[in-house]
């Protein structure tokens, strides 16, 4: 999810020529100020946009407001950041619910934006807060947008209310209307309109919206943005506002490598909160927008709040404890180890929680290689597993493993370099569990290296890839500082993996301080 | 409702003016900015412009417009837009990100061959998203295609795309066209399944396009899922679509610039007769007016 990597590359690229030096000079203002212009056209961000942002980044890094114990780079980042924050909307805004449910949620875009998929995974959310969510299939336009949206709706495990077999027959006003009755009948506190994506020059579509809008008096109208889309982002933006008024936006196919500039254009031209971020094709790739955060990751600070509380939700505390209870008393087996996994598993792709760390960015091209099905095939093996076996690996002689390489339909080789993993990553464990360092050469005390095999990848983390000296030094810093926490956190939770993300996350918050303090906020 | 923005209507300001200056220069320059150019191409297309006016000295905005025309439409007639559907069948594999309008436009592409007198069938191979299927097959129905569906939920496209070539081989069907699922270009695991389809097509038949499917709406980004589909389908043309809308597409001339594969078809719109063979006369008169 580097989705501003792209452009906190350029900028990185930007401020490296300033730094080293002691003062900024009108003339490197002007310089680096055509830079960042560049790079937020490349990222697709509107021009009037641009120009604005640019000029007050331009009159403030002139300026004397400028801390002078910062140094010339810091002082931009600082000044870039502030402006992001405030452009894509300063404080992260909530949905809002009707005082009377249902609360109506009325979906709104252009063609291909993601709304049914939105619509999916808006219910199954909501649905997981305790409410209880009804679609309603009001794209009676699109060819069997109608049947995706009862697809999705099964997914998610909600009620789809689809009165009409789309395709162009039907009356969406109608339907809308009749879906609120409906509601309220079956007792659903939430309705989510699906609409039919409409283009903003279409002004006879504009007004079907309009009358959706009307018939069913909606708490929330939120816009779908592609993040792909280019200048023309605010001209849709503004045609959707004069049209159906939208009263929040989503960003979606955040996943992808757009750049995402159509954020800062849509936020800043209508003033309309971005409510959430779409990430992924699963139901499950969903979060709430942080505008704060999202400006950190445009620099490259990485998100770590939104890594923190994903981590938390899937946490299993009790569990957690159980693990290191086995650790510290050396009877941590494969079947505990299984067990790790499939929590690891649940929390959601381990790509998008890696990307989420600082530094993230430059490794995206190794992330995108990840190969998570490693995580299966280790799963696979384990299963292969007689419960002896996994509960005492030391019986694992040759032709057992020949018998789980079989079963799993992997190598014997395979499942050896598990076996081996596994041990190292016990041993290791305990010695952290009872409070000691772990003694891996080139590794680091970093706990959750040792999950799934995968230590290459998150042990690369662990130091800050920052092309920014200063910056660096803090992460790394901070880093070091959380360092001591490890052994400590190990009785609250840990195992390889799961305690790995909790761990990751451990020292965050002082890393979090130290990097506000070093923006000087 | 607001107007849509167009070029043109940026442009007339400025053409309006009695002699080329400075400020001239600059609204240019916000104008093809605001559609979509990107700013490699503005850069590049206003110092060819500064050049001419240079040589030929002239001060008048009309002439500007001219050449602006004339430049772009020489850079985006480079390439040849004509589609080879030779062999029999003519196997076309049509890809692109999510929500761009693949299955929309493959629907009309059918109708378009039908038309001409061709058969045609379609293959189903985006077996991933919900009611895709049912989407294609309503527009093949539409088009006057046949359709070969998969034969049980999540099955791999490859072997949907080979049913497909196996059947228009064994019907002499003449045209072949592949709906695979949107996929963004960062999902390597979902790209190397495009590789996946394009080699088992290939072991049955040559293919004969593979059609990337770009959404006017698109910026800048449209260019690296160019080059990432390029890469792993061995793109031969683009199709642009939703055109119809206030975005003018620009981003495809630095695409075609970029990557040498030229534009081949244009959709403007949800009407089955909206896709139209690319010419750059006009597009560029619809961009420039």
Redesign the interface.
């Known amino acids: 999810m580097a989705t501003f990597g792209n452009l906190s590359d350029r900028l990185s690229a930007t401020f490296k020529n300033l730094r080293g030096k002691g003062k900024l000079s009108p003339a490197d203002v002007d310089g680096t100020v055509r830079e960042i212009r560049?790079a937020l056209?490349?990222?697709?961000v509107?021009?009037e946009v641009v120009k604005a942002f640019t000029g007050r980044v331009r009159d403030r890094a002139l300026g004397d407001e400028v801390s002078k114990a910062l140094n010339p780079a810091q002082q931009v980042v600082q000044i870039v950041n502030d402006e992001l924050i405030t452009i894509l909307g300063g404080q992260q805004r909530r949905l809002q619910f009707a005082k009377n449910p249902p609360t109506v949620i009325m979906l709104v875009g252009?063609?291909?934006?993601?709304k049914?998929t939105l619509a999916g995974k808006l219910a199954k959310w909501l649905a997981s807060e305790n409410h209880t969510p009804m679609l309603v299939a009001a794209d009676l336009?699109?060819?069997?947008?109608v049947?995706?949206?009862?697809?999705?709706g099964a997914?998610a495990g909600v009620t789809v209310f689809a009165p009409e077999p789309g395709?162009g027959v039907g009356n969406p006003v109608r339907v809308a209307k009749d879906a609120i009755k409906y509601a309220k009948d079956k007792q659903h506190d939430i309705v989510i309109v699906d609409t039919a994506g409409r283009?903003?020059?279409d002004?006879e579509l504009?007004r079907q919206a309009a009358d959706i809008r009307k018939a069913v008096d909606p708490d929330e109208v939120l816009f779908v943005l592609?993040a792909?889309?280019?200048?023309?982002?605010v001209?849709?933006a503004?045609?959707f506002q004069?049209?159906v008024d939208f009263t929040g936006v989503v960003l979606s196919?955040l996943?992808?490598?757009?750049?995402g500039?159509?954020a800062l254009s849509v936020a800043s031209v209508t003033g309309r909160p971005i409510i959430f971020a779409s990430t992924g094709?699963g139901l499950d790739d969903f979060e709430p927008f942080h505008p704060d955060r999202m400006a950190s990751r445009i620099l490259d600070l990485g998100d770590i709040l939104s890594l923190i509380e994903q981590a938390q939700k899937n946490f299993d505390e009790e569990e957690a404890r159980k693990v290191a209870e086995k650790f510290a008393t050396d009877t941590f087996t494969l079947e505990d180890f299984l067990a790790q996994m499939q929590q690891l598993k649940n929390m959601g792709s381990i790509k998008s929680m890696l990307s989420m760390l600082p530094g993230a960015r430059g490794m995206r091209q190794q992330l995108?290689?990840f190969d998570e099905s490693e995580l299966t095939r280790t799963e696979a093996i384990i299963q292969s597993m007689t419960i002896q076996e996994r509960r005492q690996p030391k019986v694992l002689n040759g032709s057992r493993r020949l018998r789980i390489a079989r079963g799993s339909g992997t190598t014997v080789t395979e499942v050896n370099a598990l076996v081996n993993r596994f041990e190292q990553a016990a041993k290791m464990m305990k010695t952290v569990a009872k409070g000691g360092v772990p003694q891996v050469p080139g590794m680091g005390p970093i706990p959750g290296a040792g999950f799934a095999g995968k230590a290459k990848k998150p042990q690369q983390k662990k130091g800050s890839r920052s092309g920014n000296p200063a910056k660096r030094a803090a992460e790394n810093a901070a880093l070091a500082a959380g360092k001591p926490v490890g052994p400590a956190a190990a009785g609250a939770g840990s195992g390889f993996g799961l305690g790995g993300a909790g761990k990751k996350a451990a020292p965050t918050e002082e890393e979090l301080a130290s990097l506000q303090k070093f923006l000087g906020r | 409702?607001?107007s849509?923005?167009s070029l043109s209507g940026a442009l007339r300001g400025m053409f309006s003016r009695k002699t080329i200056d400075e400020d001239t220069w600059t609204d240019l320059e916000?104008a093809l900015?605001?559609?979509?150019f990107?700013?490699d191409i503005t850069d590049a297309v206003i110092e060819e412009l500064r050049a001419s006016v240079e040589r030929f000295r002239t001060t008048d905005p009309a002439d500007l417009k001219r050449m602006l025309r004339e430049t772009l439409e020489e850079r985006l007639a480079r390439l040849d837009p004509t589609l080879t559907l030779s062999n029999r069948p003519a196997v076309v594999l049509v890809v692109g990100?999510?929500?761009?309008?693949k299955t929309t436009t493959i629907?009309k592409f059918a109708k378009f061959l039908t038309t001409y007198g061709r058969t045609v069938v379609v293959g189903a191979a985006d077996t991933?998203?919900?009611?895709?299927v049912?989407?294609l097959?309503?527009?093949a129905e539409r088009g006057g295609a046949q359709i070969v569906r998969p034969q049980q939920h999540g099955q791999d496209p490859a072997s949907v795309a080979f049913q497909t070539v196996e059947k228009a081989q064994r019907e002499g069907i003449e045209i072949v066209l592949i709906d695979t699922a949107g996929r963004?270009?960062?999902?390597?695991g979902l790209m190397d399944e495009l590789s996946k389809i394009r080699r088992v097509i290939e072991k049955q038949a040559p293919i004969a396009e593979v059609l990337l499917v770009l959404?006017?709406?698109?910026?800048?980004?449209?260019l690296?899922?160019a080059e990432a589909f390029i890469e792993h389908a061995g793109v031969t043309g683009l199709v642009l679509t939703?055109l119809?809308?206030?975005?003018?597409g620009g981003?495809v001339l630095a695409v075609q610039e970029k990557t040498g594969i030229p534009i081949k078809l244009v959709g403007q719109g949800?009407g089955i007769g909206d896709l139209t063979g690319f010419t750059p006369h006009v597009f560029v008169q619809n961009l420039v007016g």
């Open positions: 560049r056209l490349d990222a697709d509107n021009l252009l063609q291909g934006a993601g049914t336009q699109r060819p069997n947008a049947t995706q949206l009862q697809v999705v997914h395709n283009l903003g020059v002004a504009m592609d792909m889309i280019g200048q023309d982002a001209t849709t503004k045609a004069d049209g196919k996943d992808g490598d757009a750049r500039g159509a094709e995108d290689n | 409702m607001a849509p923005w916000d900015i605001s559609a979509d990107g700013p990100v999510n929500g761009v309008g629907g991933f998203r919900a009611a895709a049912e989407q097959a309503t527009w963004l270009q960062t999902k390597s959404d006017a709406t698109t910026g800048q980004n449209g690296n899922q939703k119809d809308g206030s975005a003018k981003f949800e």
